[in-house]
């Protein structure tokens, strides 16, 4: 077998991305703009025909309509396969440096860590940074997050959250699957960075939430 042929065969087990690859992403890129300007909502994407299995069917939307030639991504070791899917409908370089991405998906909430290692922008430029996109088990907002749903977040290794800030207009609350209060110590301390900083977006499933970098974060006291 030829190397030409090697490609052909590769390239025809990629996974189908959009069905309407102009329209989906039109509409991932709003649903994405909508979850940042309202953090700690969930917002619904249009999804694509398949995915690589070990991205949520959102991941793959969220990717679709965020990456392009000018952007790397740094993946997770644990879902590095993805990356020919990636290549394949969006032309994104794959990088394996941490520091050089301008996206990175992440595997969970621990895999953050070390969150220096990831771009914080400059005093100059604080939109160079790198936006973190994170595969989490469990993801909850608002009504839902009460003390009904925490022995389920606790089970989840998981802790409500409050958020505050732009966007909010008195505090939104979350639940994220895998979050600890080390988590919190964390988003705190880059905080602090400000305007620097990171941009979070969360995905579980369909589902869709994000943290900006302006958002304050603490334990939710009223699950606690």
């Known amino acids: 077998m030829n190397a030409s042929h090697d490609a052909t065969a590769s390239l025809s087990q990629v996974e189908p991305g959009f069905v309407d690859p102009v329209f989906d992403s039109q509409a991932a890129f ?53 990356a020919a899917y990636l290549r394949f409908h969006t032309g994104c370089p794959i990088t394996t440096v941490r520091s050089e991405a301008d996206f990175a998906l992440i595997d969970g909430i621990t895999g953050i860590d070390p969150i220096e290692d990831f771009r914080s922008g400059t005093e100059d430029y604080p939109d160079r940074s790198t936006t973190l996109i994170v595969q989490v088990p469990l993801l909850r907002t608002g009504a839902e997050v009460n003390s009904a ?12 959250l409050s958020l505050s800030g732009p966007g909010i207009e008195h505090t939104a609350r979350i639940a994220i699957g895998g979050s600890r209060r080390e988590f919190v110590d964390q988003w705190r301390a880059r905080r602090r960075l400000f305007p620097c900083g990171n941009d979070l977006f969360l995905v579980c499933g369909d589902s869709l939430a994000a943290i900006p970098r302006s958002t304050s974060m603490e334990l939710d006291p009223e699950c606690m």
């Open 30 to 82: 709003r649903a994405a703009l909508q979850a940042m300007a309202r953090p700690g909502t969930l917002q619904a994407l249009p999804l694509p025909e398949t995915h690589p299995p070990a991205l949520f069917p959102a991941t793959a939307s969220l990717l679709l309509a965020l990456c392009d030639p000018d952007t790397r991504v740094w993946l997770a070791p644990t879902l590095d396969h993805a």
């Open 149 to 160: 749903v925490f022995d389920v977040v606790t089970s989840a290794s998981g802790i409500p």
